[in-house]
């Protein structure tokens, strides 16, 4: 159990967003798993953030995220929580909420007990879209870093092959594209391998 209090997250601010099983433990049991979250996700988190990367991993995850500002917020689908309405709009509620909605249909389904997640999750502020371009590739290569697959187009949780292609979605990715100037100027930054030495403080492992 982590002994700090961590900052709350605060409307228009870029973050990384990350989390991992308790203990190391795994939180993505099977394929219906990763749909579940994912489902989850959309219905918490899309109304008051803006995505622009993420990727699932079996016993861990990274996103980044744009926190919306009240104004950019569509309340009428704004989901408060799974069993009431809170009286504010808060992003760092809204991350609680699709955790322990998860936890819940993971222990129902696999008969287990107790937490999934550790807590508080992690976040880290972006302040600049050089940071931004590196923690989109770094968060995309998360997968290959692991030694799970040897590219990081061959990896199906995570929004790499969403954002090169032409698909209805909800990621920011005209933005995303534009921050490396064009598809293939993403696809290229992506196919070499980065130095990411100035991202270590940026980076959550």
């Known amino acids: 159990m982590k ?4 900052v709350p997250l605060e409307q228009g601010n870029y973050y990384h967003i990350y989390n991992r099983g308790n203990n190391g433990i795994d939180i993505f ?3 219906k798993s990763y749909f579940h979250f994912l489902k989850l996700y959309d219905r918490y988190i899309s109304p008051i953030a803006e995505t622009y990367a993420w990727c699932l991993l079996k016993n861990h995850f990274h996103i980044l995220v744009y926190v919306k500002m009240d104004n950019e ?10 069993v009431e309405r809170a009286k504010t709009i808060n992003a760092s509620n809204q991350f609680g909420y699709l955790f322990n909605a998860y936890t819940q249909a ?21 302040s600049s879209d050089a940071y931004l371009k590196n923690l989109i590739y770094y968060i995309h290569n998360n997968p290959v870093h692991h030694g799970f697959i040897d590219k990081m187009n061959l990896y ?18 005209d933005v995303i594209l534009d921050i490396y100037g064009s598809k293939s100027d993403f ?6 391998n980065q130095n990411l030495s100035n991202l270590k403080e940026l980076i959550i492992e």
């Open 3 to 6: 002994n700090y209090k961590p």
């Open 29 to 31: 049991y099977d394929t």
């Open 73 to 82: 917020i569509d309340s009428s689908k704004f989901e408060y929580s799974s």
């Open 106 to 126: 993971i222990n129902k389904k696999f008969k287990r007990t107790g937490s999934l997640f550790e807590t508080p999750f992690e976040r880290k502020q972006i």
């Open 156 to 173: 199906p949780w995570s929004s790499f092959e969403t954002i090169i292609s032409d698909k209805p979605t909800k990621l920011k990715r």
């Open 187 to 192: 696809i290229e930054f992506h196919n070499i």
